[in-house]
C-alpha cells in the first residue's frame, strides 16, 4: 500500500527564515514520483515542486527544494527566506508509476505553515 | 494556462437531496480525478477515470458516483446526500499516458454543506 505522512500538523517560522516541512513515504515501488502543493485560505492548490524516484539531484525551484533521501524514504520541503505569502496548507503528494494506478495521486494530511512577521 | 473549473464554490443542499458537482477542463487531459478534503485528512479520492466513460474507485467511493460523457467534463453524483457528506470537494486533471510528470491541476473546489 502507499502511504505518506506529515507529522506536523502546524509549522510556524519568522519572516525571512528558513524552515523544513517532513513528509516521509511508504512504496514498494521502484518507480515514483513526489510532489508539493501549496494551499492558500483561498482554497487553490498550486503545484510547488517535484522530484522523480531516479533523479539523483535534490529537486529547486526559487526557494523552494526538496531534500529527498531515498534510503530514509524522506522528502521533506525546504521554504528559504520564508515570506508572509507562505502562510498556508502544505501538502506531500506520491505518484506510483504502475498500469493499473498510473496517474494517481496519494496525499497526506497536510502541514498548516505560519509566517509571523 | 490550464483551467479547471467547477459549477460551485458554495453549495447547500438538504439529506436526502440529489447532488451533482461539476468540473470542467479546457487542456484536453485524458486523467480527471475527484477528492474530497476534510480537516485533518488531507485529500482522500473519491473516483477518477483515465478516458471517457471510464472510471475507477478511488479510496472512500462509497455513497458517490461519477459520470464522464465528454473528454473534458467529469461530473460527481451524490445520489441521495447526507449531513457526512458535507466537505469541500476539489476536482483535478492531468495529462495521460506518456506524461512526464502527471501533475493535477486543480479547480477551486466546491464548499458542500449538507444540512
Known amino acids: 500500500a502507499q502511504k505518506i505522512t506529515q507529522t506536523q500538523p502546524g509549522m510556524f517560522v519568522q519572516e525571512k527564515e528558513a524552515v523544513t516541512l517532513d513528509c516521509t513515504y511508504d512504496?514498494?515501488?521502484?518507480?515514483?514520483?513526489l510532489f508539493w502543493y501549496k494551499q492558500p485560505s483561498s482554497g487553490e492548490m498550486i503545484f510547488l515542486i517535484y522530484q522523480g524516484s531516479y533523479d539523483e539531484q535534490n529537486a529547486t525551484e526559487g526557494r523552494y527544494s526538496l531534500n529527498f533521501q531515498k534510503a530514509r524514504k524522506s522528502a521533506n520541503l525546504v521554504i528559504s527566506a520564508s515570506q508572509l505569502g507562505d502562510s498556508a496548507m502544505y501538502f506531500c503528494a506520491m505518484r506510483v508509476d504502475r498500469g493499473s494506478t498510473l496517474g494517481r495521486l496519494y496525499f497526506g494530511r497536510g502541514t498548516q505553515l505560519t509566517v509571523w512577521p | 494556462d490550464v483551467k479547471v473549473t467547477q459549477s460551485s464554490r458554495y453549495l447547500v443542499k438538504r439529506t436526502g437531496e440529489k447532488v451533482f458537482l461539476e468540473c470542467v477542463q479546457d487542456?484536453?487531459?485524458?486523467?480527471m480525478f475527484w477528492y474530497r478534503q476534510d480537516p485533518g485528512l488531507g485529500l482522500r479520492l473519491i473516483y477518477f477515470?483515465?478516458?471517457?466513460?471510464?472510471?475507477e474507485k478511488g479510496d472512500i467511493p462509497e455513497g458517490y458516483s461519477v459520470s464522464r460523457e465528454k473528454k473534458e467534463r467529469f461530473s460527481l453524483i451524490l445520489e441521495s446526500a447526507s449531513t457526512n457528506q458535507t466537505s469541500m470537494y476539489l476536482c483535478?486533471?492531468?495529462?495521460?499516458?506518456?506524461?512526464?510528470?502527471?501533475?493535477?491541476?486543480f479547480g477551486p473546489g466546491t464548499r458542500l454543506t449538507v444540512t
Open positions: 483535478a486533471s492531468s495529462l495521460g499516458q506518456g506524461a512526464y510528470l502527471y501533475e493535477q491541476y
Open positions: 487542456m484536453d487531459h485524458e486523467n
Open positions: 477515470s483515465y478516458d471517457v466513460k471510464m472510471k
Open positions: 512504496t514498494s515501488d521502484q518507480s515514483y514520483g
